[in-house]
């Protein structure tokens, strides 16, 4: 429930950031919507250079876990990470 609510943080700060590009926010509120996009984008891109090993995990497309990490970073990752160390732990017992 708590990852829900974080992703929709992430999805709303993205909307209200697009808001202001169109002109719906007032000046004050569309400077601050955007840098908070820009710098969860610029946290998440870090996330995606460090973290690729896990990302290149995901079940899907290699780029639908790129974007997902763009746009949610370790939300999407981490539950990719601790499969596979989850894995490891099984394997190395066996």
């Given amino acids: 429930m708590v990852i829900i609510f974080l992703k929709a ?3 709303g ?3 209200l950031a697009l808001a202001g590009l169109a002109g719906l926010l ?3 509120l569309t400077q601050t919507s955007q840098n908070l996009a820009l ?3 610029g946290i998440h891109a870090l996330e995606l250079l460090v973290m ?3 990302v290149r995990l995901y079940r899907g497309s290699l780029l639908t876990s790129i974007v997902l990490t763009m746009l949610f970073g370790l939300l999407h990752w981490r539950p990719l990470a601790r499969e596979a160390a989850k894995k490891q732990i099984i394997d190395g017992h066996q």
């Fill in 9 to 11: 943080a992430c999805l």
């Fill in 13 to 15: 700060a993205y909307l």
């Fill in 26 to 28: 007032g000046a004050d």
């Fill in 39 to 41: 710098a969860l984008l």
């Fill in 52 to 54: 690729f090993k896990y």
